[in-house]
């Protein structure tokens, strides 16, 4: 019997990269029901390379979701969940998967350690803009479901994602931003090149997709990978200063979490100038997580 990794992804995958920001993820009570995500294969068959991050980006979606749309303890597995491998310590299990062939059919399998059903749902997209419809209508699915699990769905104001082919970019992207910080530098000529060509084309859509779009956590997810490819070290990080500018500069309002982030992305770029003058107006909040959190983005040099 094989066993599952021992580090499940505890928070979204832009939060480690932009330094913790604790004041910005719901807090997670004493208690709280563990539902961990994973993905499994369709009927046995793997989806090819072009559907890999839409597969593992499902459950980091839907664990994101549920960190700001449930009063669970939500965990996602690093790796598809096989036949043989032991269950995590968790509640309920939520196992998604992504039909084969260039299919965009979704399916997600919510279950308990006992492995009895609790609810199946499946959804059929034939283009990105149904298929980030059916995203779309996927959290509350698995919000209703995981309730028989002792799971509370709560509002939460911050949470707003796009809708239609954005969402769709959205999900793959976080996919995306976690291989920029799990992915080792290949020691192969070929190799380096093919990755730091994956890094740009992962930048440039996610770029795209924070300016293109006002709601915050798309920008969030563009500068979560924006960072962790520049603490891997990787050399393509400066070639996308414009769309941060463009993101940076469209974020003025102080209670925006974009705008506490351009602190720290201006910091990466060089603008320290720029950079303090906005930690100085974010200083004043005097919110004690916020400042500790600002203190990080200080010793970035």
């Given at each position: ?24 993820v719901p807090p ?222 469209a974020a003025t ?8 982030m351009t602190a ?38």
């Open positions: 019997m094989t066993s599952v990794p021992a580090e499940p992804i505890e928070s979204p995958v832009w939060f480690a990269p932009l330094r913790s920001p604790s004041w910005l997670i009570r004493d208690g709280a029901v563990r539902v961990a995500f994973c993905a499994e294969a369709w009927d046995e068959q793997a989806v090819g390379k072009a559907g890999r991050d839409l597969r593992l980006g499902l459950p980091l979606f839907l664990a994101e979701a549920a960190r700001f749309g449930t009063d669970a303890r939500p965990v996602t597995l690093r790796r598809p969940l096989g036949q043989t491998d032991r269950l995590p310590d968790a509640t309920v299990v939520v196992r998604t998967a992504v039909a084969p062939g260039g299919r965009n059919a979704i399916r997600v399998r919510v279950s308990d350690l006992g492995g009895a059903r609790v609810t199946h749902i499946t959804r059929d997209a034939n283009d990105e803009i149904s298929l980030g419809r059916a995203l779309d209508d996927l959290p509350r699915a698995v919000a209703d479901a995981v309730t028989r699990g002792g799971v509370r769905p709560v509002w939460n104001s911050l949470y707003v994602l796009p809708a239609g082919a954005a969402l769709a970019a959205y999900v793959r992207g976080s996919h995306a931003c976690l291989r920029l910080s799990d992915e080792a530098e290949p020691a192969d000529a070929d190799a380096v090149a093919a990755r730091r060509a994956d890094e740009r084309s992962v930048l440039g859509t996610l770029g795209s997709l924070a300016t293109s779009t006002p709601e915050p956590f798309p920008a969030l997810l563009f500068f979560g990978a924006l960072m962790a490819a520049r603490d891997a070290g990787s050399p393509v990080v400066g070639e996308f200063r414009m769309p941060a500018n463009v993101r940076c500069t309002d102080v209670l925006d979490p974009v705008y506490a720290l992305v201006m910091r990466v770029f060089g603008d320290r100038d720029a950079s303090d003058r906005r930690i100085e107006r974010l200083r004043a909040t005097g919110d004690a997580p916020l400042q500790r959190w600002l203190a990080r983005v200080q010793a970035v040099t």
